[in-house]
């Protein structure tokens, strides 16, 4: 049939909330709770204290389905009961907007696989006492997918096992036991496609291995890859292309499913300016000098606009000033190009989907000439539980619908300003910087260098020197 299969794809234990947005606040005895409508009706899930001791919730964050989750397995007959409603409530939503299947994801509950199992058995269980669609099995981890699979009795119709890929081929044996439908996505063993030709072409290899395991056309839906936000502009247009070219190939016995969850970006604004002082108060620093590079030039050009007295010199690496890059983002399609990174990273869990695929490879990709030992030390903090995540939510902190600045009305610069940039960053163009000396009102001076974006790594010898010099001649010491 030639149709888009819809998948509700909201029931998963990655969903966040903000903590100061409206769907958290005190419920009437005053508790801190998840807020929903429910037949009308403002009701509460109220947030347990073992969440709130969580990393996500530190971080400004309610993961709602995981507190429904965990509530689910962990708590009191009460609050077993107030997690299933919840969940039971979002199924029912899903349901009245017509999705085909409603997709069960509970990878991100525990690093551990026995509470990831545990999780998906009693989330199969609610959802098979209550819904009317089909559930789509979800997980990374064959193991998981084949929990929910086992604890499903079947009643809703066929399952679906999201997904297969040519990284998972071994996935194949659960569909063909549990008589599951599969999504088989456009990935191949070693990344993502980067044009409709690559999407084809792993699609076209990994229907052959369905059609060795006796995977009809009519239970195959084809995920050709397609973002909620995508990288760059062309991006959709590969996506349409495959699908014309795998409707060319097909016909319309197989079905295309694609990537249409669209989760608002929702992470509440960090304070980055006010963590700075709160440090250099917390080291005696009354007056300090700052370097920044990246997201530490970011959040220190905020700092040297809130309070400039106290900031001795500035050295901004790579980033210029927010009002010149703005610009420059607003009116330059080279430096919007460039900056198209921004969407996918403040979108909640596709990025740690792209970055930790097939051992971290787009990872280590983005970071350019430096120095293959860095690469490793950076790798190394990022396979960490949550590190990725945590990086992440500094430009969804900033990027992302409830973004703010950081109210500073003044764009003038009088602090001794040293700005360095290297010519071949991929991320930041030239008009920026360009555009910089309209605000610098103090000493200010500019190094362009032959170099990418990681330049303390890149070029050290031509990098520390300057900064160095910088700082000597504006130290009151």
Do not use: C
């Not at 545990?118 to 997980?139: F, H, I, R, T």
């Not at 970055?355 to 990709?365: C, D, P, Q, V």
């Amino acid at each position: 049939m030639s149709k888009f299969t819809i998948i509700g794809e909201n029931i998963h234990a990655t969903r966040v909330l903000r903590l100061n947005g409206k769907r958290v606040g005190p419920n009437e005895n005053g508790v801190e709770s998840v807020i929903y409508n429910k037949d009308g009706v403002k009701t509460f899930m109220t947030i347990p204290e073992e969440i709130k001791k969580t990393q996500p919730y530190q971080q400004g964050q309610a993961k709602h389905f995981m507190i429904a989750i965990w509530k689910g397995i962990f708590g009191n007959s009460d609050q077993i009961e107030d997690g299933a409603k919840y969940v039971i409530n979002e199924i029912k939503r899903q349901e009245k907007y017509n999705s085909d299947f409603l997709d069960l994801n509970v990878d991100e509950m525990s690093h551990k696989l026995d509470i990831q199992i545990q999780a998906m058995k009693w989330l199969m269980g609610v959802y098979q006492e209550n819904a009317k669609k089909p559930p789509s099995v979800d997980s990374s981890n064959s193991e998981i997918i084949e929990a929910g699979l086992k604890e499903y009795n079947g009643i809703q119709g066929r399952p679906m096992i999201n997904s297969i890929a040519l990284e998972r081929l071994e996935t194949f044996e659960l569909a063909k036991e549990y008589n599951a439908k599969v999504i088989l996505t456009g990935a191949s063993k070693d990344g993502m496609p980067s044009d409709s030709s690559e999407r084809v072409n792993n699609i076209n290899e990994i229907i052959n291995h369905a059609k060795n395991n006796d995977i009809s056309y009519q239970d195959i839906h084809l995920d050709p890859l397609v973002f909620p936000i995508s990288v760059d502009k062309e991006y959709g247009g590969h996506f349409f292309e495959a699908i014309s070219k795998l409707r060319e190939i097909y016909g319309s016995e197989i079905n295309i499913s694609g990537g249409l969850s669209n989760v608002s970006f929702g992470l509440p604004r960090r304070k980055l300016v006010n963590d700075v002082f709160a440090v250099a108060d917390a080291v005696g620093g009354e007056r300090f000098h700052l370097v920044g590079h990246d997201w530490g030039a970011g959040v220190g050009w905020g700092v040297v606009l809130a309070q400039p007295d106290r900031v001795l010199s500035w050295t901004p690496l790579s980033i210029a000033h927010p009002a010149a890059f703005g610009a420059a983002l607003q009116n330059d399609p080279d430096q919007q190009s460039r900056s198209s990174y921004f969407t996918l990273f403040v979108t909640p869990g596709v990025p740690e989907t792209l970055f930790t695929f097939n051992n971290l490879r787009l990872l280590k990709s983005a970071y350019g000439e430096m120095r293959a030992e860095k690469v490793d030390e950076y790798v190394s903090v990022f396979s960490e539980p949550g590190a990725l995540t945590a990086g992440l939510n500094w430009y969804r902190a900033s990027f992302g619908s409830d973004s703010a600045g950081t109210g500073v009305q003044e764009n003038d610069v009088r602090v001794p300003t040293l700005f360095i940039w290297g010519n071949q960053d991929e991320a930041v163009g030239r008009l920026g910087t360009e555009l910089m000396s309209e605000y610098m009102k103090g000493p200010y001076s500019i190094i362009e260098l032959n170099a990418g974006h990681w330049l303390l790594s890149e070029r050290p010898e031509q990098v520390i020197p300057p900064i160095v010099s910088h700082i000597r001649a504006n130290s009151n010491l």
